[in-house]
């Protein structure tokens, strides 16, 4: 089970990758059988593949702008994370900030099951020519 510091720790190097958009750093962070969900995805994505090419996507679309983690709390084998995220839609400058929940899993240092908690409606519509 992690403890707090190690939680923090993650929770820091994913949000700095993410805002570098170094996504062999980012996704050094994941375990190869992990799974991510959020209120946008039907079904759960499994392995480290699919995640890939998810965020790999998602970056052609949009580039980070702030991740700010408000808490972080770790519970038996579950770590919790509030945060805020902003991003800005390449097609049109738009930006787009929401907050939201992390519930996630950690074994041998990389996380391995992600969910998160969010209103789809506070990221706006697609920017037109995204679709």
């Known amino acids: 089970m992690p403890g707090h510091s190690e939680a923090v720790e993650l929770f820091e190097r ?24 959020s209120p946008v995805h039907d ?6 593949r699919a995640y890939a090419d998810l965020i790999r996507s998602s970056l052609t ?4 702008v702030s991740f700010t983690i408000h808490h972080i709390a770790v ?9 805020r995220a902003e991003i800005e839609w390449r097609a ?3 930006r787009s900030a929401w907050r939201g ?6 074994r041998g240092g990389l996380i391995t099951t ?13 920017p037109e020519g995204s679709a």
């Open 114 to 126: 992600w969910r998160e908690y969010w209103n789809p409606a506070d990221l706006g519509g697609l």
């Open 43 to 48: 079904q759960p994505l499994r392995g480290k």
């Open 75 to 83: 519970h038996g084998g579950l770590v919790l994370a509030e945060w």
């Open 14 to 37: 994913r949000r700095t990758a993410w805002l570098a958009e170094d996504v062999d750093a980012y996704l050094a962070l994941w375990a190869e059988d992990m799974t991510f969900l």
């Open 61 to 64: 679309m949009v580039r980070p």
């Open 101 to 106: 929940m992390s519930v996630c899993e950690i």
């Open 92 to 94: 049109d400058a738009r």
